[in-house]
């Protein structure tokens, strides 16, 4: 059974950091590049990241290029996503997404003043 189990998302200051994780079970990790989208209220989805299946590449929009970081660990099945110098613009629903396989259910990144 395919799942994703993400977490990491929550409450952060203007300018601050936060981490997200994405676990993935049920199919092979390794075989699949992955995505990260977010998607605010009464916005388009956005790719924000995308990491290649070895993890040898990465590609991010102009948006949070320099901001966010995304990474895995193929052998803990396990997608991340660093955040960091964090903008109000940056409040949404962020969920990992592999391509073919599915998505998860996303977290909730609020960004305060």
């Known amino acids: 059974q395919v799942q994703f189990l993400e977490s990491g998302g929550g409450l952060v200051q203007y300018g601050g950091s936060l981490g997200l994780s994405c676990v993935a079970l049920g199919f092979t990790f390794s075989d699949y590049a992955l995505n990260w989208y977010r998607q605010a209220p009464g916005k388009e989805r956005e790719l924000v990241a995308t990491?290649?299946?070895?993890?040898?590449?990465?590609v991010y929009p102009a948006s949070v290029h320099g901001r966010f970081t995304v990474s895995r660990d193929n052998v803990k099945n396990t997608a991340y996503l660093q955040m960091r110098n964090l903008k109000f613009e940056d409040t949404a629903v962020y969920y990992c997404d592999v391509p073919q396989i599915g998505r998860g259910q996303g977290t909730q990144v609020t960004v305060s003043s």
């Open positions: 990491i290649t299946r070895a993890g040898d590449n990465t």
